[in-house]
């Protein structure tokens, strides 16, 4: 049965499962926070130190409309929903169709007595390494052939993001240095020897970490500057200089808490 309320996981929707699923709510949840903050000389008041995005916590609550006394039936469809949840992967909801939640932990209920036909229950979803919805397509800007200059990419949502940044060698010659810049963070590469038509890419798995590759070959070992390409939602204009003529690509995944 389709239903109001649509929740997928790795592509999988969870009404598809039984007929008898019905979903109750879905809470998409909100991004948890920790401030650390020390108090100020005087009398009041308190001066914030940092500020760190730790986990989000989704939520889908579901009942099995099937009738008490087909206990054999209600534990197979409870078991085919716990089965679902377990796969993890990409969460999705048709109430925000363009976001989706990478999940790294599920928690799932306890059956407890099937025998109770009105009962729900609530799995829940936390996302660790990029504890936040993040748009499903990203947004996309590229320049002209150049051995320098400037893109401007959009970038949704309402928190910090980072880019991904492909820049491929047009030159037909070897470059070795390579440098890209987006809100005053900048990534520096040397000694790269990339060669003509080859490929360098600044991208972020589903664990959120950082990954410079040559083609298939990390080339970590030469950067140097900032952490990651951190950008805040708003357009942002994306510079890069190279040894010779290339083409520079950008993506933004908007991010929201």
Known sequence: MIL?????????????????IVIRSIDPGT???SVSAVSRMGGSGQRVTGEHFDTLEASVTFAIDAPKKMLSRRREIFDQVISWALQKGWLTTNEMPDR?????????????????WTEEY??????????????ELPATASGNVAASGT???????????VLDV??????????????????G????????????????????????????????VSVYDKFTGADDLFVNPGNVPVSFQADRAGMLTVQSFGRWV
């Open 4 to 20: 109001t309320k649509r929740v997928a996981l790795g592509g999988r929707q969870l009404d598809e499962i039984d007929d008898a």
């Open 122 to 135: 609530t799995i829940t979803f936390r996302a660790y390494n990029v504890p936040f919805w993040q748009a």
């Open 166 to 183: 492909t820049f491929q060698n047009r030159s037909g010659m070897t470059i070795n240095n390579f440098w890209v810049q987006a809100n």
């Open 185 to 216: 963070n900048r990534i520096t590469l040397a000694n790269l020897a990339l060669g003509g038509s080859e490929t360098l890419a600044i991208s972020h798995g589903t664990d959120g970490l950082l990954r410079i590759r040559k083609g298939s």
């Open 100 to 116: 989706r939640m990478y999940v790294d932990k599920v928690t799932v209920p306890n059956s407890g007595d099937l025998w109770n």
């Open 31 to 33: 991004t948890k926070e």
């Open 151 to 161: 893109v401007t990419v959009p970038v949704a949502g309402n928190v910090q993001s």
